[in-house]
């Protein structure tokens, strides 16, 4: 060997010493402050890209548009104003029965008056519904309800299989309704419009629904799906409700079991807005809240899509959900979709006969708005072990390939390996559990709900510590000295990290859970740069690997951010409606938390590459704790705002009067009655002008009076009633008027063990009977749904409401005792009765006027009277 070749290998020696090696892996990494830009980079994508996406709405067309034959958004904005101006519109009202109805049926005569005759035909109907089911555990019972239903059919039409578009006309006390869901019925009427004058048909008929007792427990879409002449002949139903005001609408629940519904949902929703992720979420029950979909399917066995406005959930059954809320390319963005749907499933074959479709789950997203993605279940199933299956696969070669080139055996890389994967799992629970801690230390101070008005403060209360705890067993892991570079050792991090993700993707799978396309997209778009840098010479060559991989995760950092942001912009309000019992920050922190992951889970350990990346963390940690001292002692970490994000309080003006056996009044007292809508209860009220000197919790009353002897509204007061407040006041609430019971017979029956009782309720549109009989008496037969009886146990809930008819209910009782002694007292019956369209008398008045402008209150008289026969 020459001289020359000798100095050669002398250097290629020297260069590849420990010590040297140490030297070149520090020169190559980036100083710490290029290291914060580059989170501060995809921050910026955030805001830049995800953002306007998300609230991108059409250009919304005006009355020149006419010509298009497109969804004219200005008439229906000038509708909506209408529907508003009536104002609240509660079962039972002028406002629902008479205004809205007229209202309704006067927009519905200028349609027809502009029908194309020689096209088509229209039918207006309204129906007068009356009836009962069992839901939330209640027998829901209706009398005289109105529907406004209208059927749209092509000339020479031989189909009798229809489509079926549905909302609500009615509204929650206080609310205009412009957004739930007057936003949904002018969308139908334009809708309506639209296709009754322009010269394209269709081939099966479309039944126009605009039903008049949603928000009263579903009773309308009972009483037309069971009853209505054209009831039988709907096949699949657009649902169209809302749980906020303006925006895009959201498509959060499809089939069940039909995929071919999603595919129409695909094709022709111009602006989709969808995730199967929604649609698991809603199913479990988790959101306080239920559609007149589920009715359909369970009364009905339709099919169909369940969409709903999102946006805004603050406003929501609120007095501020009104017209200024919704901008007009909100009313576009949903006319262009409904239309486009309508259009397309009044043409459907699949309408021939919906059970001989292919059935199954469907796996859907929309990408930013962009492009939507959907697959079948099965599909699915096999692409999430695929992608699982070759990550697994690839970072094995992965490792061989690190052993290969850092001269050290295989199974000492597996070993490290093993280790780093045990460092991500224990890194994965630290950046979930970070932020579920301050959401608990938060909660336990009585801080709940600071981002609720902000917010921007997750950033620093639980996106800062997820990245922390996600990235600091890593951290003092890479400051170790190790036998392979310090990139490798970076690579075997980000392995771990996917080969979690892998694991919990298997594992999902078998779960069946269809969400667990958010893992598996997420590894995809790791696979990929692995497979370019295991093909090339990338991944041999120091950190040359981060580059394809910092490229292609701009995908799923986009998605995975606009998704999470999605559930963050929906859930937050909903925080405000969640009741005492549950601590809502645990659910947003985790929900942050995992979209932090996510989104930013493989690009957050590339911070190790900087020289002093201790200081980026100090920086986080910097962040959340100025956040924390903002959100806890500033007006910032206030949850509430004037007209804009409100706390709900709603209560009751409530006289409540016990009559014993023999006839005498034990017991008649006046108060009001709260039922706090959210985890800080009262305690934002107290310091302001609203006096609750005195407030009591109900605990004790539900332990010695059935259902607490109070009349609880509805099965949302039912359910919380342990957690009611109780403010005495010692002059006597009034009420408009006083319920009538009045017992017309007790007979013995010829058994001699069974006596029955009849009777006659005066009572006004809202009213419940609580009924429990004692210990040895059992409900044989009554008026009501007799499986009620079989199905629960006492006490027993009827959910009474009429709508146009007052007539007073007639309802009979025969129960059961073993010794047949009737003389003795056999059951508690209460009467629950709810003065809604009124105020109440001068004092309550006076209270609800004391309360702060950022308290969004729903209250109005109530009468309780317990009798025991």
């Known amino acids: 060997m020459g001289d020359k070749e000798q100095l050669i290998l002398d250097e290629r020696v020297e260069s590849a010493s420990p010590k040297n090696v140490k030297k070149q892996e520090k020169d190559s990494k980036i100083p710490w402050y290029m290291a914060s830009g580059f989170l501060l980079i995809w921050l910026l994508l955030f805001f830049a890209v995800v953002m306007p996406l998300f609230y991108r709405l059409p250009a919304d067309l005006t009355i020149e548009d006419i010509s298009k034959g497109g969804f004219i958004a200005e008439r229906a904005q000038a509708n909506l104003y209408d529907f508003a101006n009536i104002g609240t519109k509660v079962v039972g009202s002028d406002g629902n029965e008479n205004k809205t109805v007229k209202f ?25 519904a009356s009836g009962s089911y069992i839901k939330w555990e209640l027998v829901n019972m209706y009398q005289a309800v109105q529907n406004i239903v209208v059927k749209l059919t092509p000339k ?28 949904m019925v002018v969308t139908i009427l334009e809708v309506l419009r639209v296709i009754a004058t322009t010269k394209q048909t269709f081939e099966h008929p479309i039944i126009f629904l605009i039903n008049g007792s949603e928000e009263n427990s579903l009773q309308a879409s009972h009483g037309f799906i069971s009853q209505h002449k054209w009831a039988p002949f709907c096949k699949v139903v657009i649902n169209l409700d809302a749980a906020g005001s303006g925006g895009r609408e959201i498509l959060f629940q499809t089939g069940p079991n039909n995929p071919w519904l999603v595919d129409y949902y695909k094709q022709n929703a ?36 369940d ?13 501020y959900d009104r017209v200024d809320v919704i901008p007009r390319a909100s009313l576009q963005n949903t006319g262009d979709n409904v239309l486009a749907l309508v259009r397309a499933f009044s043409n459907a074959t699949e309408l021939h006969d919906t059970t001989a479709n292919p059935s199954g789950n469907t796996i859907f997203f929309d990408v930013l708005g962009l492009y939507f993605i959907s697959y079948s279940e099965s599909n699915g199933i096999i692409f999430n072990y695929a992608v699982a299956g070759t990550t697994i696969v690839l970072i094995f070669v992965s490792l061989l390939r690190t052993a290969s080139s850092s001269n050290v055996s295989a199974g000492h890389v597996v070993g490290w390996f093993i280790l780093i994967i045990v460092l991500q799992v224990i890194a994965l629970l630290l950046g979930l559990g970070l932020p579920v801690v301050v959401a ?37 892991f890479l400051k170790l000295q190790r036998d392979i570079s310090f990139a490798k050792q970076l690579q075997l991090v980000l392995h771990g990290h996917a080969t979690i993700l892998a694991i919990l993707g298997i594992g999902l799978t078998l779960y069946g859970l269809r969400t667990t396309y958010v893992v598996t997209w997420t590894l995809l778009f790791y696979v990929i740069p692995l497979a370019i840098n295991l093909l090339t010479t990338l991944h041999d060559r120091g950190f040359a690997w981060t580059a394809v991989l910092k490229v292609v995760q701009v995908i799923p950092f986009l998605y995975n951010s606009y998704l999470f942001y999605t559930f963050i912009v929906v859930l937050t309000p909903m925080m405000g409606r969640f009741g005492l019992s549950t601590n809502p920050d645990l659910i947003v922190s985790a929900l942050t938390a995992l979209g932090t992951i996510f989104s930013l889970g493989f690009l957050v350990l590339l911070v190790h590459m900087s020289r002093r990346s201790s200081l980026i963390f100090l920086g986080l940690l910097a962040v959340t704790a100025l956040t924390v001292y903002i959100a806890s002692s500033t007006q910032i970490g206030f949850p509430y705002r004037p007209k804009t994000n409100v706390q709900r309080v709603p209560y009751l003006q409530v006289r409540r009067v016990f009559y014993e056996y023999d006839g005498t009044v034990s017991k008649d007292e006046s108060g009001y009655l709260f039922n706090f809508q959210d985890r800080r209860g009262a305690a934002p009220l107290k310091g302001t002008k609203v006096n609750l000197t005195g407030l009591v919790s109900m605990a004790s009353d539900c332990e010695k009076h059935m259902l607490c002897g109070v009349p609880l509204y509805d099965h949302r007061w039912v359910e919380s009633r342990e957690n009611g407040m109780w403010l005495p006041r010692e002059q006597p609430v009034e009420t408009p008027s006083v319920p009538v019971l009045e017992m017309l017979s007790k ?29 040895d008496v059992t409900v044989s037969n009554w008026s009501f749904l007799l499986s009620y009886t079989v199905q629960y146990t006492p006490p027993y809930h009827i959910y009474f409401s009429y709508g146009i008819d007052n007539a007073p209910l007639n309802f009979f009782m025969e129960l059961t005792k073993s010794d047949g002694d009737f003389d003795v007292p056999l059951f508690q019956l209460g009467i629950s009765a709810q003065y809604m369209h009124t105020e109440g008398d001068d004092l309550s008045r006076k209270f609800a006027a004391s309360f702060p402008s950022y308290a969004a209150i729903v209250q109005w008289p109530a009468i309780y009277q317990r009798y025991i026969y």
């Open 104 to 128: 309704l049926l006067k927009e519905l005569a200028l349609i027809e008056d502009q029908l194309l005759d020689d096209y088509f035909d229209i039918e207006i109907d309204v129906q007068i």
């Open 156 to 183: 020479n039409c031989t189909s009798e299989n229809y489509l079926l578009v549905n909302s609500h006309f009615d509204s929650q006390p206080t609310s205009p309704s412009a957004g739930d869901a007057g936003h």
């Open 270 to 305: 111009k602006h989709p807005f969808s995730t199967t992720m929604a649609e698991e979420i809603f199913q479990t029950g988790l959101i306080p809240s239920d559609t007149d979909f589920g009715i359909f399917r369970t009364y009905g066995n339709l099919i169909g899509l």
């Open 307 to 319: 969409i709903g406005q999102c946006f805004n959930g603050y406003v929501y059954h609120t007095r």
């Open 440 to 476: 608990y230390l938060f909660d336990m101070y009585g801080l709940s709900l600071t981002y609720y008005s902000t917010p921007a403060l997750l950033i620093g209360l639980y996106v800062c510590p997820t990245l922390i705890g996600f990235s600091l067993p890593s951290f003092v």
């Open 747 to 775: 007979t013995v029956l010829p058994n001699n063990k069974t006596v029955r009782f009849e009777f006659n309720l005066t009572c006004p549109d809202h009213t419940s009977l609580f009924i429990q009989p004692y210990e």
